[in-house]
């Protein structure tokens, strides 16, 4: 039992270091919305689409947001990164969509279309469209994970958290759990990295910044 009991705690410390990692280092650099500088480049990550084809409440925040910089001139150019693996399933279009009626301009917005995840989002960021400095804007649990994760494909990053208030408080519990094994994961590709999904046609728009 006391051999059972040290490799129960061996396997839950090999665990916990690695989440503490990513979530307390990924703290350091987040910004209320009044205080982001300025920067080249907001990177908006995808967060699901609505039955009626309209932004799910997670991602009209993180739009929203995004608009309120463009419209402060503190960003320059919005890049809006989701889930177009089928023709059903457009998120970078809805996403690009409201942003046009809210006040951005079609040539300050830039779509990536294989931003199938954070990581994929961020690895992209910087390798496909070349992006070197940007504030990231997604909900509060999420950040410090996606913040770590920008930083160790290249970016330098601040981050903007957005409110993860939910009409279904469940899901809100399932989103903030599941932190933890993506916070593992993120860990994971930082020591050993991956490669990020491509397209046909990639790096047709350098940002640069």
Do not use: K
């Not at 061996?10 to 703290?27: D, E, K, N, T």
């Not at 419209?71 to 023709?87: C, F, K």
Request: charged share 20%.
């Amino acid at each position: 039992m006391r051999r059972f009991a040290l490799g129960a705690l061996a396997v839950a410390v090999l665990v916990a270091l690695p989440v503490a990692w990513v979530q307390l280092s990924g703290r350091a650099d987040e910004r209320a919305l009044a205080d982001v500088p300025h920067e080249p480049v907001a990177l908006v990550l995808g967060a699901g689409i609505a039955a009626n084809g309209q932004p799910s409440p997670y991602l009209r925040r993180r739009l929203d947001a995004a608009a309120a910089l463009y419209r402060d001139g503190r960003v320059a150019t919005v890049l809006v990164s989701g889930d177009h693996s089928t023709p059903y399933h457009d998120e970078p279009t809805v996403m690009r969509t409201y942003l046009l009626a809210h006040g951005v301009p079609a040539s300050a917005i830039v779509r990536d279309d294989a931003g199938l995840d954070t990581h994929a989002s961020c690895v992209r960021a910087h390798d496909v469209y070349g992006v070197d400095r940007a504030v990231v804007i997604t909900q509060d649990y999420h950040l410090p994970r996606a913040l770590f994760t920008c930083r160790h494909a290249g970016i330098d990053v601040v981050g903007v958290p957005v409110s993860a208030a939910s009409a279904r408080p469940d899901q809100s519990v399932l989103w903030h759990l599941r932190e933890a094994p993506a916070s593992l994961r993120a860990a994971l590709d930082a020591v050993v990295p991956r490669d990020a999904p491509t397209l046909p046609g990639d790096a047709q728009t350098a940002l640069g910044g």
